[in-house]
């Protein structure tokens, strides 16, 4: 299913592989993998015209050659790293792509796109920890996107918890992960829509495997009781 909101339609695919295409042709492809998870089996558009990596679970070379035209800019967050992956993958800079390398708190223009990035992390003090008491996403190691596609902003903030930082922004399109574990879970990222009060929330980073799975139902009642406006989208359909 392909969800509408003013200029931009956004489709996902799956964990947290969303693309964004604006009124005026322009398109931008958020972690487009890893391939492991099969986000984008059937799909090798190659009409990207910007691809963003928040962090290395979700760098996977070969997926951004499925979405990338070759003309296209690809964003990474300066800590990726493909020698430190369990998986074959290229080092960014290998790629046949002008490549940036983006840290947390940056805010830059691209062509006719605004772009800004923000910490992504689990506090270690928090509820997203593995068994050792290590967070799993570590603070510096990440970043979330904000960008601003033909009026519209539509905000990632990649693998992370709700954080204090994130109250203040001003968003159009709010695309949470709500899977828990690993993230923010689905009753945090209601908390934090309500004070963003963007005019759109489309959760993503659910159900793609079991420790992931939620009540997508039980999310769009709360955040819509918050008086947020709220859509599903089903990534088979895409």
Known sequence: MTVEFGAVTVDWYGLATIRLEGRTGTVIYIDPGPEAYGTLEGHEPNDGDLVLVSHDHHYDSDSIRRVAHENAIVVVHESIDATELDREVEQPEELPYEVERVRADESFILGPLDLFTTPAYNDPDGPHVDEHGDPYHPEGRGCG?????????????????????????????????????????????????????????????????????IDADAFVVDVANRGVPVVLDDPENC
């Open 145 to 213: 996107f904000a960008v601003t596609i033909d009026g519209v902003t539509a905000f990632w903030p990649g693998d992370t918890d709700a954080l204090e930082s994130h109250e203040t922004l001003d968003v159009d399109l709010f695309m949470p992960p709500v899977g828990g574990t690993f993230t923010m879970d689905r009753h945090e990222a209601a908390a934090l829509a309500e004070t963003l009060e963007p005019d759109l929330v489309l959760p993503v980073h659910y159900d793609t495997f079991e420790a992931i799975e």
